[in-house]
């Protein structure tokens, strides 16, 4: 059974940090590219972040460029978001998630979500 447990989601001021892990147990995590999603209400979700399985690639959103880092430990088959700057439109429900076919997707795999909220 493949699981996706995010953490270190919270509440944070704006200009604050904060940093997501994303812990996968029941696949080859070293072949999956993985992504950082997030969806915020009344919005439709969208790709954050993404790293292929060797991490030698990465994407970013426009909204987060220069601001968030994503990374990944295969060893601990775990993927993390580092936030910075933090803003209040980056407050939403974030998700990680597993492709084999790339940042592109499709995503075969879906964590539960961990909410941020960024106050002003």
């Known amino acids: 059974q493949v699981q996706l447990v995010e953490s270190g989601g919270g509440l944070v001021q704006a200009g604050g940090s904060l940093r997501l892990s994303c812990e996968a147990s029941?696949?080859?995590?070293?072949?999956?590219?993985m992504g950082w999603f997030r969806q915020a209400p009344g919005k439709e979700r969208e790709l954050v972040a993404a790293i292929r399985w060797g991490g030698g690639w990465t994407f970013y959103a426009d909204s987060v460029k220069g601001r968030f880092t994503i990374s990944r430990d295969n060893a601990k088959k775990t993927v993390y978001l580092e936030m910075n700057n933090l803003k209040p439109e980056d407050t939403a429900v974030y998700y990680c998630?597993?492709?084999?076919?790339?940042?592109?997707?499709?995503?075969?795999?879906w964590g539960q979500g961990t909410q941020v909220t960024v106050s002003s």
């Open positions: 029941g696949l080859t995590f070293g072949t999956y590219t």
């Open positions: 998630a597993a492709s084999l076919k790339g940042a592109t997707g499709p995503y075969d795999y």
